[in-house]
């Protein structure tokens, strides 16, 4: 019942608050109006563009997935475009969603066309909608949980008892500090807007606690750990997996979303790079090798061979996009990322697509915080910070505790005019990748006859495209194609040497592999050489 | 007398329908009832007759299902948890007194077979197990207390297609292992694309021999069947050329791509890598709808305290870990519960011993018995059904001796029904060559003879895990006058069995709730566990202190609450555990 009302005053209270509508969010794109943008695309261009969805959520949302190629696609390269793999950075659903509209209205363009008509582009714009609802809620906070009622985090059988609280009727949730002697945090010395802890060499003194706005419903000393939203898409994938955590679910691939794009993955083999807007990053600045995490059974850093392609990648990145879009991690536990290359056995790369100009600071702490600000101030953004504010806090009747701190989302999703641009650089970074896209063909063929109807046909099988034909991660996971040459003599000819069968391992870009064999008899032979992900090539000689 | 003959030959054609297989018919397979005298220990007069001497297709396991179901209905209900990847249920028995208490408030025990599609006799050790505890109700003092007290939940088999691919496609003793989704095992891009042929079209996929005067190999004198290796520097006049099949996809191999070959023993979620990391391993945890149905149940039922997986062959009962990463994970207590069921297990079962998986047999990642035990709590054991110690009764040290047992227990104790003898055969590919070899029903599972026996005492030591899952008792109520119209309830809640209600990767992880200790009359004041009731070491719970939380409540241990409590004149203390059900008391 107090649940009831207290839901009933923030619903009432955010819908007259002027923060409701902080920078706009006008211009992102919730649910409702991303499915209506994906259908009228499916239905303007039909013969490019195909939407299906692949399971609900358990909030009812559908996830989508927008396959975009000329023709039938399960024999060209693709590349899934992944965004919403972190619900609490809409932009990657919005570069996603930008990027299939891009790609869709230049589809006359003579570069454009080629593409699709060559290569395929799986879109998966929105993996995880129920969380990423919260953004567009009256009431707003950093969630990254979908809908699954799993039991709150200390498993105690008592569901979504704890949900955020707010105090100050803003429709944001941020922090709470409480005036207390025994506490750690202090005003940054820099910009007492933002706390940091006190620090022990500094000899400074702590006088608050701070914790995430809310009221502790059931007293335990865990503020706000139950959420309604459960599991993270972005921390529910076999690599790294960290099991019985926070949002991590019951186990790897326990969810809907999760299995979703892993069921349509595994299925599509012509996936050679997936390309994920997400909190990692490889394409600033790409993964560095490490000899140690890269060998042993359980691989954990990238393979040797596959850091060349990495490093062309990124520098392509940078080019397109300028390289200030620099991220700040490299992966995380469960994440899709790593992910799709660890275990997937694609090329995986991530990028968040935007991110705050960092600046530096004599005093290290919080500074992500002070760059923000920083760079708020001089954009001239409003409304991103809220005040300290005091409020009577119903667990602290005779204290001094204030609400405040810089609002939701801000951090990792600029206002919109900033998403135009940043979206305009990653469609044409994905058309240059795509261009990368490995080909394979069969090219030097050549017959010589050895008298008596002998014949010697020797053709190399070439991969014309920049990529490899898979990663070197991938020469190992089963559920990767590797390259296949299939020689089919008629049924007169004798095949006196060679192999009608060959499964080569991968092909770099740009080099090929020999392959040659004895036939006796006249007739047509018939090579057939590729794979899905590399498209097949097929020629008859006559003998 | 007369009359008796004619309703006899009236209902003839029905029975004989009806003792097909087995039978409800008071008729024991031909002998009436009055010329039975009851060996000790089985049921003598079943309303269930069921062969333990042969095996069960999955047609067959789900007629025996459902007549135990039928013949029992206030023990035994019959469920399907979700269908294969052919569209074949996963049947479950849930086997319990079914009118004291509902099943879910009583500790439960899982009990699985024939994960690996040609490992079948698990099943039948799985359906003796339901069959012998349906048989006993109300007749064995001990067995009518078990299923009072708990719940069994069994499924027969969690492979049903890979069981009956087993029986009815061309197969080795160890084909197929996984189910029958087809994969690409070459990487050639075509699934299933050299199969196994049996060339003989015997059913059974044996051996290839040809004749050569190049050959390693020749008969053994002592059983000419037996093909055994030249000793150095000598020549034999046969060589080897594998499994019965040929090249079908011209790759230059023999029987290179089956169905299946991937492991369904690889698809758990706990510490799950994938195929390439850990041979087997599908696209993810539960990948496969057989595992994810019996994930989904396991998840359901959190009342399941113990559970036990029957696998072939080795005479092994197996324990966690599948891997040395979670060996420090085991705990101490935990470690205690399993040797002291487990080397029961060693008594009860002759020629098989209780092992620890990574260290004694090999390293599994993402195996069945690791998600049971470190993901949901439960004390599992992986059974590694029939030995070659039941041959002879003897351990083999020496290979030639152990090579020979199986044709001298073949010859003499079979009569070479085990054993397709060597036939010449014209193959397309290798020309004049000879086919023979066991058939694949021998070396894995048992013969029908030992089956029984076997079955028997797997399932007692089943039952001794079974009973030791933990029973909980309100073992003491102390109401203590405090003046002003206060009282003072303390109660002793006690664990009577091996197993505690939370093992210790439970409480490490927070699995599973608490134990809530309620009190219901009266008002309560506060709420407290009382750590030592002697030197009155206590602590207090402040909020909801009328449902007192407790951690766990040990094996052969006990816990101690207190109330204070303002008015009331009836109490109702509930015990709810998950894994140690509900028990109340009035006072």
């Not at chain 2, 069994?152 to 691919?165: L, M």
């Not at chain 2, 816990?559 to 109490?571: F, H, K, Q, S």
Request: proline fraction near 5%.
């Amino acid at each position: 019942m107090q649940k009831f009302s207290v839901c009933v005053a923030v619903v009432i209270i955010a819908s007259f608050f002027p923060f409701s509508c902080i920078y706009g969010q006008s211009g992102y794109t919730d649910h409702n109006d991303l499915s209506v943008r994906l259908q009228d695309l499916a239905g303007e261009y039909p013969e490019l563009a195909s939407l299906e969805t692949l399971d609900q959520t358990d909030g009812g949302k559908e996830i989508w997935l927008l396959s975009i190629g000329e023709g039938e696609l399960e024999n060209r390269p693709a590349i899934a475009v992944v965004g919403g793999i972190s619900a609490d950075h809409p932009i990657g659903t919005e570069l996603a969603l930008l990027f299939a509209e891009k790609i869709l209205k230049n589809s006359e363009r003579e570069d454009v066309n080629e593409l699709l008509s060559r290569s395929a582009f799986y879109v998966f714009p929105d993996m995880n909608p129920d969380a990423r609802a919260q953004f567009f809620d009256p009431l707003r906070y950093e969630r990254t949980g979908n809908d699954y009622p799993v039991e709150s985090v200390e498993r105690d059988s008592r569901l979504g008892e704890d949900p955020y609280t707010d105090l100050n009727g803003d429709g944001m949730i941020t922090l709470m500090r409480i005036e207390d002697p025994a506490g750690d945090w202090i005003p940054h010395p820099e910009d007492e807007r933002v706390m940091v802890r006190a620090s022990y060499e500094k000899r400074e003194t702590g006088n608050y606690k701070v914790l995430a706005e809310g009221v502790d419903k059931d007293l335990y000393d865990l503020f706000n750990m139950h959420r309604e939203g459960m599991v993270d898409f972005n921390r529910n994938f076999t690599f790294d997996y960290p099991a019985f955590t926070p949002r991590a679910g019951e186990h790897a691939v326990s969810e809907t979303e999760t299995r979703a794009i892993a069921d349509f993955l595994f299925g599509a083999k012509n996936v050679f790079a997936v390309v994920g807007f997400g909190p990692a990053d490889n394409l600033s600045e790409p993964l560095a090798y490490n000899e140690r995490a890269a060998s042993g059974r359980m691989v954990t850093g990238i393979l040797e061979g596959d850091v060349p392609v990495n490093r062309l990648v990124s520098n392509k990145y940078n080019e397109i996009t300028g390289g200030e879009n620099g991220g700040r991690i490299s992966g995380s536990e469960g994440d899709f990322f790593q992910w799709a290359y660890f275990h997937y056995g694609r090329f995986s790369f991530s990028t968040p697509g935007w991110h705050v100009p960092q600046i530096s600071s004599q005093d290290e702490r919080g500074g992500e915080q002070l760059s923000f600000l920083r760079w708020a101030e001089e954009e001239d953004l409003e409304n991103v910070f809220v005040p300290w504010q005091q409020v009577d806090h119903p667990d602290y009747p005779d204290r001094k505790v204030e609400v405040g701190g810089i609002a939701p989302f801000v951090m990792k999703n600029p206002p919109y005019r900033f998403v135009e641009k940043t979206a305009g650089d990653h469609y044409r970074f994905l058309l240059e990748l795509a261009k990368m896209r490995p080909v394979i063909d069969i090219t030097n063929v050549k017959t010589e006859s050895l008298g008596s109807d002998l014949h010697r046909i020797t053709a190399e099988i070439t991969n014309t495209g920049t990529f490899p034909t898979v990663t070197e991660l991938g020469e190992r996971v089963r559920w990767v194609q590797k390259t296949v040459v299939n020689f089919d003599p008629e049924n007169d000819q004798e095949l006196v040497s060679g192999k009608r069968i060959e499964v080569l391992d991968r092909i770099e870009g740009k080099s090929g592999y020999e392959c040659s064999w004895l036939v006796r008899g006249s007739g047509t032979v018939n090579i057939r050489a590729g794979a899905e992900s590399t498209g097949f090539k097929q020629i008859d000689i006559n003998l | 007398m007369k009359c008796i003959n004619i309703k006899k030959i009236y209902l003839l054609p029905l029975v004989f329908i009806m003792t097909a297989a087995f039978s409800l018919s008071s008729d024991a397979f031909g002998q009436s009832v009055d010329q039975i005298y009851k060996a000790a220990g089985t049921p003598a007069t079943p309303k269930v007759e069921v062969h333990w001497n042969r095996y069960y297709d999955f047609g067959g396991v789900t007629e025996i299902c459902r007549k135990l179901a039928e013949a029992h209905p206030s023990l035994a209900t019959l469920e399907s948890i979700g269908e294969s990847y052919e569209g074949r249920e996963i049947w479950l028995l849930t086997i319990t007194n079914l009118d004291n208490k509902p099943h879910r408030e009583k500790p439960g025990f899982w009990i699985d077979g024939n994960i690996h599609a040609n490992e079948i006799q698990g099943t039948e050790i799985a359906l003796y197990t339901a069959w012998y505890l349906l048989e006993n109700y109300g007749k064995n003092e001990f067995i009518t207390n078990l299923l009072d007290e708990k719940v069994f939940y069994i499924a027969p088999t969690i492979n049903p297609d890979g069981r009956d691919n087993h029986m009815y496609e061309p197969n080795t003793g160890s084909s197929p292992r996984s189910g029958t989704i087809p994969l690409d095992d070459t990487g050639d891009g075509v699934a299933a694309g050299d199969p196994y042929d049996d060339l003989n079209d015997d059913g059974h996929i044996t051996q290839m021999r040809r004749r050569t005067p190049l050959g390693q190999y020749r008969e053994c004198p002592e059983d000419p069947r037996r093909m055994v290796r030249v000793g150095p520097g000598e020549r034999g006049e046969f060589e080897l050329l594998g499994l019965e099949g040929k090249d079908s996809n011209l790759d230059g191999r023999v029987n290179s791509d089956g169905i299946g070959r991937y492991d369904p023993n690889r698809d758990w979620g706990w510490n799950w890598q994938p195929d390439h990391i850990q041979r087997g391993a599908y696209h993810y945890p539960f990948a496969l709808p057989e595992n994810r149905a019996v994930r989904d149940f396991v998840v359901a039922h959190p009342n399941i305290a113990g559970a036990q997986t029957y696998h072939n062959m080795g005479g092994m009962i197996l324990r966690g870990p599948g891997t040395s990463e979670d060996e420090q994970n085991m705990t101490f207590s935990d470690r205690n519960v399993y040797d002291a069921l487990g080397e029961l297990g060693d008594k009860l079962l002759p020629g098989y011993r209780y092992l620890v998986l990574f260290e004694d047999l090999y390293s599994v990642y993402g195996g069945q018995i690791d998600w049971f035990h470190f993901g949901r709590g439960i004390y599992t054991f992986t059974n590694e059904l029939f030995t070659r110690y039941l041959y002879f009764y003897e351990q083999y040290e020496d290979r030639e001796e152990a090579g020979k047992a199986p044709y001298q227990f073949d010859k003499h104790l079979l009569f070479e029904d085990a054993f397709v003898p060597w036939e010449e055969y014209d193959h397309p590919q290798f020309g004049k060559i000879e086919i023979g070899g066991f058939k694949k029903n021998f070396g894995r599972v048992h013969p029908g003879f030992l089956l029984e026996t076997d079955a028997h005492r797997n399932m007692a030591f089943t039952l001794f895990h079974a009973y030791h899952t933990p029973q909980l008792e309100i073992h003491e109520v102390d109401v203590k006058d405090k003046g002003g119209g206060l009282k003072e309830i303390t109660a002793v809640i006690a664990n009577s069995r091996i197993i505690p209600t939370h093992s210790g990767i439970d409480l490490s992880r927070n699995i599973e709730r608490p134990n809530y200790i309620a009190l219901e009359g009266g008002e309560v004041l506060a709420g407290m566990r009382v750590l030592n009731r002697d030197l009155n070491v206590i602590e207090e719970q402040k909020t909801d202190s009328d449902v007192i939380e407790i951690d766990n409540i040990p094996g052969m241990g006990h816990v101690i609450v207190r109330w204070i409590v303002e008015g009331g004149r009836g109490y109702t203390i509930e015990v709810d555990s998950a894994k140690g059900g509900v028990v109340r008391k009035d006072f």
